[in-house]
């Protein structure tokens, strides 16, 4: 590349960074669009939901994987309404099953309520055989068993198999349907069920109350089933709506709601930033000091990485948590170490005697590799964490991980393309300035 293209390119990387350093500080140009940053809700406050699951129901093996796809239906239902990073997990207190959903920048709980829905809880129930319907019959007149169904049996077909719902019509072209698919396990339980009640109603429950009993004529295959409850096509249509949003594999009840306030979160938020400029401070005056020229160079591809790091922040856009926080000033400290190692071979090259040129060249290539090497082990680090921890080692795993990548390049090639673009001549003077006398 000739020095006219290299210069150029350096030109137009300082404009990249100068540019990217104005849209990352918010507010503050009128020409570029003001789009904030996404916080968590330890620093945006937000709203904290417990829900006790009913798993009375579920056999003790299979609770545990109820649990996670419950935990994944919500999580779906709250991702579709743009929450930024919420927090949902499962969390078992002795005998109970309880779901936490925090949800961050949502203060008003009727409206976290709101977000998360009606999530239907869908089942099938088979005919009770007459002798069991009338001792629970007898009992409940005389006050006992209360909360027994006594007329239909729980079955093992839940939304937990449901694919998808649709709406339908009749022949007449005026009754509205609900037509259900469902997947290929549930396709083998619901052919197993209309086989064995062949001439007897199949209850179709829908948060514990009967919608639908038809009597099934024929053993159904194909995974197909027809819910016809006297619809209009509004009902229909909501109906439809909300078991494509989550029919959930156990049903749950919200038993504790609360708002939680970001102040201490704000100040944590400060303090980190604070910490981050003073150690930026810190660690450019001892960059200028100790590697004169160079460092002054990697100071200024520092500043670059920074504002093209607070700009993917941005526009992916990431939630900065506390910990995500923690991650990217942890960054900065890495993107430093691989000029460091970047410096100090050229500075051995040039005082084995090698030329100005050709110790920088050097440097940058024999340096790469252990740059190379320990990014890739601190992306595999990253990428473990973020795959396995939760929402807020989530957030730490992918600003790091981020910052990373984006430091591998402002490494090599912005402060590369800068010491290019100066063209130095071989002096005393110089070889001062990149620290080799």
Known sequence: MSALKIRILAVALL???????????????????????????????????????????????????????LRDVIERRVNAFGVSEPVVQVEEAGNDQRLIVELAGVREISEAIRLIGETPFLEFRTERPAEERQAILEAQAAGG????D??????????????????????????????????????????????ENVGKQLAIYLDGFPISAPVVQQKITGGQAQITGNFTIEEARDLVRRLNSGALPVPIVLV?????????????????????????????????????LPGLMAVIALLIYIALLLTIFKLVPVTLTAAGVAGF?????????????????????????????GSIEEGFNRAW??????????????????????????????????????????????????????????????????GAS
């Open 15 to 69: 404009l990249l960074g100068i540019l990217a350093g104005i849209f990352a500080l918010p507010g503050t140009f009128a020409f570029l669009p003001d789009i904030p940053y996404r916080l968590g809700l330890d620093l945006q406050g937000g709203t904290h939901l417990v829900y006790q699951a009913d798993v009375s129901n579920v056999p003790a093996g299979e609770v545990n994987e109820s649990m996670a796809g």
């Open 145 to 148: 068993r209360m909360m027994e």
């Open 150 to 195: 006594a007329y239909f049996v729980p079955t093992d077909l839940t939304g937990k198999y449901l694919e998808r719902a649709d709406v339908s019509f009749g022949q007449t072209a005026i009754q509205s349907l609900v037509t259900l698919r469902f997947n290929e396990e549930g396709a083998r339980i619901f052919e197993k069920l209309t086989e």
């Open 256 to 292: 504790s709601q609360q708002s939680v306030e970001a102040s201490l979160g704000r100040v944590e938020l400060t303090r980190s930033l604070n910490a981050g400029v003073y150690g930026l401070l810190a660690v450019a005056l001892f960059m200028i000091l100790w590697y004169r």
């Open 329 to 357: 000033i942890l960054s900065i400290g890495m993107a430093v170490d691989a000029n460091i190692l970047i410096f100090e071979r050229f500075k051995e090259e040039m005082k084995a005697g090698r030329m100005l040129a």
């Open 369 to 434: 590799m252990s740059i190379r090497d320990s990014n890739v082990s601190s992306l595999i680090t990253a990428g473990i964490l973020y795959w396995f921890g939760t929402s807020l080692i989530k957030g730490f795993a992918l600003t790091l991980g981020l910052g990373v990548m984006v430091s591998m390049f402002s490494a090599i090639t912005i402060t590369r393309t800068f010491f290019r673009a100066l063209k130095l001549s071989e002096s005393k003077t110089v070889r001062f300035l990149f």
